[in-house]
DNA sequence: GCGGTAACGTTATAATGTTACAAAACTGGC
DNA sequence: GCCAGTTTTGTAACATTATAACGTTACCGC
């Protein structure tokens, strides 16, 4: 994500959290910037080492209460099957996100396939069961490294 | 799963393992029996706990062990939300799973829904996505606790 | 300003998972 | 049967991920 991006999806959150009566304080700018400063998911351990450059004596609690806040406002997604987390791209409406996660970069693509979604409601309303959190990680390879093997 | 139930998987596993050329040895169909007869998850920590009755001295890299044996074989399955396991019902044939987790009481459903499948694949094709392992996980509430609330 | 709530600091600890290396058990060829 | 090689298991230590508990500080509406 290019600084500049970074920068508007910084203000957007500003926006949303402003727009919703909730603080974005300066903490969780912090996490959920060094979260779109990196092109790969971070785990809620690198990102404690990275506050320490910001933050005085970030300690687990730090990190995780303000990744609890970005998660409930949607501005950050945490990836399951890697204990890892990433900035949202497209904050700005909610929305249930597929994630490719490539085994070898270690980099994420984060899609938003209203067809899947719209079979896997199918699938699960059809047991009658209500969703209310969709995790779906493909892990695999992307197209740049399966190229370049 | 009724106690016949799990003799009939505990036999095709057998079957599946001799097959292959693997060894399903006593420790992991202690493993095995123990994700089969509970209705619910299980973390590795808590099966560690349940093999004391049965296995002398159970250390965690005893039951990871046998746990990815168990996942190599597809005979058993990692809730990635939830960091528990679950016994296969159908390991017969290879297959791609969707879980539905209830958060108030527990149990997981496990389909297997083509079209979900075909449509995660269509999506990530799209993107030049290799896809190794899916990890779909709907948390939400299943239709026998939406009822009774 | 004051009182209530939300956010943060701090310490400790729980829960989950892995590394590394030695010992034992099994397998296949003879 | 026995040996050599491989797989499996035992064991101790350690690494990573996450939460509990409780006190303090900052903010907000009145």
């Known amino acids: 994500m290019t600084r500049k991006d970074i920068g508007k999806v910084l203000s ?3 926006a949303l959290c402003h727009e919703r009566g909730v603080r974005l304080t300066e903490q969780r700018k912090i996490v959920l910037k060094l979260l779109l400063e990196s092109d790969k998911p971070v785990s809620a351990y690198d990102l404690l080492d990275r506050m320490r450059e910001t933050v005085k004596n970030p300690a687990p609690p730090t990190v995780y209460r303000a990744l609890d806040f970005l998660m409930e406002q ?3 997604h945490k990836l399951e099957s890697i204990n890892a987390f990433v900035g949202c791209t497209h904050p ?3 929305h249930a996100s597929q994630f490719l996660i490539c085994a070898d970069c270690g980099e994420v693509a984060e899609l938003e396939d209203d067809s899947v ?4 409601q199918q ?3 059809a047991i009658g069961f209500k969703t209310k959190r969709p995790v779906v990680e493909l892990m695999g390879t992307c197209a740049q490294c399966s190229g370049k093997k």
Chains 1, 2 share one sequence.
């Open 123 to 125: 699938a699960s309303e």
């Open 12 to 14: 957007l959150a500003d």
């Open 92 to 94: 700005d409406h909610p």
């Open 117 to 120: 979604v719209q079979k896997l």
């Open 74 to 76: 949607g501005l950050v």
